[in-house]
């Protein structure tokens, strides 16, 4: 069964520093999304991506933040400094048609 | 305003019974879709069903239905004879034209055998 898959599965990095978090999306799929969900809080949306440019964006993701689709396959999400309550799980999707499918996600820390 | 409220912060349901979970949303938009995902404990996000606002008919997949009242603004998950398997956290969201979604704070189901 196509799944999303998500690297690396866990990343610590300082505050102030660049992490880039990748995602390859089930092929076929045309939108893409990154959310996020703070430890015990709930799901919180971060951006929607199709046909190569962000269709729509939250609050949260501000000028720290940027997605790429750099080839036909990656799907990226940058947090160019990270600061303390960047911390989070991180979650890719994509979707052909309503639901989407969810990756594992990528737990981040910052220190 | 909250544009998805859950105000069921745990529930509880005997194996083989039914048990519903809340959801209720707030949306200007006359086009929308409500989904509901399940968190185990695990952490990965599971998709369950899907209710676009111009379906007349209620979404079933399975064990799963959705009791949509369109003028109440709800979109309740119906679990039919829960299962063990079925305790995780479900949370009910809702995308908008534009595809921004929004998310609830989610409910604990617990299944006790």
């Known amino acids: 069964e196509p799944e999303v898959t998500q690297t690396p599965s866990h990343q610590v990095t300082q505050m102030g520093q660049e992490v880039i978090l990748r995602c390859v999306p089930i092929s076929n799929h045309l939108y893409f999304y990154w959310y996020r969900q703070i430890l015990g809080q709930k799901v919180e949306f971060l951006v929607s991506f199709y046909n190569n440019e962000i269709s729509e964006k939250s609050e949260i993701f501000d000028d720290q933040f940027s997605v790429e689709r750099p080839d036909g396959s990656n799907f990226t999400l940058k947090i160019r400094s990270t600061k303390l309550e960047d911390s989070a799980m991180y979650f890719c999707a994509s979707s052909s048609a309503p639901g989407g499918y969810f990756g594992p996600g990528t737990r981040l820390l910052v220190l | 305003a909250q544009k998805i409220t859950q105000t069921q912060p745990g529930m509880f349901v005997q194996e083989k019974e039914a048990v519903t979970l809340d959801c209720t949303y707030d949306?200007?938009?006359?086009?929308?879709?409500l989904f509901w995902y399940k968190q185990p404990s695990s952490g990965e996000m599971i998709f369950l069903i899907y209710?676009?606002?111009?379906?007349?008919q209620n979404a079933t997949e399975g064990r799963y239905s959705l009791n949509f009242q369109k003028a109440r603004k709800s979109a309740n998950l119906v679990i039919s004879a829960s299962q063990l398997g079925d305790s995780a956290m479900y949370f009910c969201a809702m995308r908008e034209t534009g595809n921004q979604f929004y998310f609830g704070t989610g409910t604990s189901l617990t299944v006790i055998p």
């Open positions: 209710q676009g606002s111009y379906d007349q």
């Open positions: 949306t200007s938009d006359p086009s929308y879709g």
